[in-house]
């Protein structure tokens, strides 16, 4: 257990409606990473983090916004959730000079 | 981002090896090779990972072919348990993110 959580784990929300989702670690580790899952595919990275205040973005960023304002947490947001941001996010963890990355029990996130 | 082949599925008969293929034909000199497996309902789970030489860990072993084209995870003897999804990645150039494919997935029969 890689001490990485995520909240909320379920969660139903409205088109348009700004959502917020918080990976939390305990690790200490300096890289952060938002993946989103649709059926069929792999995991395709949304943002990442190097550092506090630290970040870019992955290949498909267009709808989302990250922050880290301290190192354990690394938040997602949608500003005006879409039908086609329902999907299952994942965050991941890894420590610098290490190649594994650690990945979070997911969020379904369903938008109606 | 150099990409990864893998066939779509695979079936296997428990307490029996397994070889999963993965080709990566533009793989550059500097790219490593990882594996992450996937079960039902979960998030990735890092397997093994290599550069140039064989890899062996608890979990499974990681053949790379000499010209680094291609290379096989191994399990050695195949569990109910490991019935997942495998994805085969290639770390990209600059190290900080993994590009995940569509993956292998994995029966096993009792």
């Known amino acids: 257990d890689a001490g990485i959580t995520q909240s909320p784990r379920h969660k139903v929300t409205e088109t348009g409606t700004p959502v917020t989702l918080r990976c939390h670690q305990t690790?200490?580790?300096?890289?952060m990473y938002w993946y989103r899952q649709d059926p069929g595919h792999g995991l395709r990275l949304i943002h990442y983090?190097?550092?506090?205040?630290?970040?870019d973005k992955g290949e498909v960023s267009d709808g989302y916004s990250v922050s880290r304002s301290k190192t354990e947490d690394f938040l997602l947001t949608l500003e005006s959730a879409t039908s086609s941001q329902t999907s299952v996010y994942f965050c991941a963890i890894r420590q610098a000079l290490q190649e594994t990355q650690y990945f979070g029990p997911g969020t379904r996130l369903l938008v109606l | 981002d150099a990409k990864t082949t893998q066939p779509n599925s695979m079936e296997s008969n428990e307490e029996e090896p397994v070889h999963l293929p993965c080709n990566h034909s533009?793989?550059?000199?500097?790219?490593?090779i990882h594996w992450y497996r996937q079960l039902p309902s979960q998030g990735p789970e890092y397997v093994i990972h290599?550069?140039?030489s064989n890899v062996n860990n608890r979990m499974a072993s990681l053949a790379i072919a000499e010209d680094r084209k291609s290379s096989t995870l191994i399990l050695h003897r195949a569990t109910l348990r490991d019935a997942a999804v495998y994805y085969c990645?290639?770390?990209?150039?600059?190290?900080?993110?993994?590009?995940f494919g569509a993956g292998t997935i994995l029966r096993v029969k009792s």
């Open positions: 533009t793989i550059s000199g500097t790219d490593y």
């Open positions: 690790e200490n580790h300096r890289y």
């Open positions: 983090s190097y550092g506090v205040k630290d970040t």
């Open positions: 290599g550069l140039t």
């Open positions: 990645i290639l770390r990209d150039s600059d190290g900080n993110k993994l590009v």
